[in-house]
């Protein structure tokens, strides 16, 4: 039982670059979040989906966007990547937010 | 919306002292108030949470405290041990399973 899954673990980007955040989990959890962790400022909501095929919008949504492909899995995306968005994301899952071990993204 | 306020920001304890941390929050309908550990390197684990029911819970040397009338609440860590030593976070939500809004964090250093 693996719990909630992040890929990559770690990645660096040129600014501009766009990539995508993956996130499943096995827990059959209905809600589905994405953090970013920045240093003192602990986790601030990106996105979260309460259930497959609703997306909306956290308290730091710009700059990203997210797809919800089915119950299981919950992706992040950057467009056009730039250094503010360096930062550490989370994705967790319901119930009591079962975090996955993250993604440490740097942008150049 | 809400807002949750964590102190302090680091705390420095000797093996076997008690740690406290305590967050406020602002939104009255929030009733759903867990906390977080994070090693280094690791996501947030859930180590305790309390319902706006609950005054005190407890499980073995960790216990968290509510106080809804002032909108606070604490966590309690009895007989730290080294392994303790790792950043705490709490939240609140206005129920289980919905959006968690984040304290800013606790940095706990267990000196042996």
């Known amino acids: 039982n693996a719990g909630v899954t992040q890929t990559p673990k770690f990645q660096v980007l040129k600014t501009g670059q766009s990539m995508t955040l993956q996130c499943a989990q096995d827990?059959?959890?209905?809600?589905m979040y994405w953090y970013r962790q920045d240093p003192g400022m602990g986790l601030r909501l990106i996105y979260y989906?309460?259930?497959?095929?609703?997306?909306d919008k956290g308290e730091v949504p710009n700059g990203y966007n997210v797809s919800r492909l089915n119950k299981r899995e919950f992706s992040l995306r950057l467009e056009s990547a730039a250094p503010s968005q360096t930062s550490v994301y989370f994705c967790?899952?319901?119930?009591?937010?079962?975090f996955g071990d993250g993604t440490r993204l740097s942008i150049l | 919306g809400e807002n949750v306020e964590q102190h302090p920001s680091t705390l420095s304890v000797q093996e076997g002292d008690s740690a406290v941390i305590k967050c406020t929050y602002s939104?009255?309908?929030?009733?759903?108030f867990p906390w977080y550990k994070q090693e280094l390197g690791k996501g947030p684990q859930l180590i305790i949470d309390?319902?706006?029911?609950?005054g005190e819970k407890k499980d073995q040397r960790i216990a968290v405290t509510l106080n809804k009338t002032a909108k606070h609440f604490s966590l309690h860590i009895t007989e730290t041990q080294p392994e303790d030593s790792a950043v705490y976070f709490c939240?609140?939500?206005?129920?289980?399973?919905?959006?968690?809004?984040f304290g800013g964090g606790t940095r706990v250093l267990v000196k042996p």
């Open positions: 967790a899952s319901s119930g009591s937010q079962h």
């Open positions: 827990m059959n959890h209905n809600s």
């Open positions: 989906s309460a259930s497959e095929g609703t997306t």
């Open positions: 939104d009255s309908a929030s009733n759903y």
């Open positions: 939240a609140a939500s206005a129920t289980a399973g919905n959006k968690l809004t």
């Open positions: 309390i319902r706006s029911n609950v």
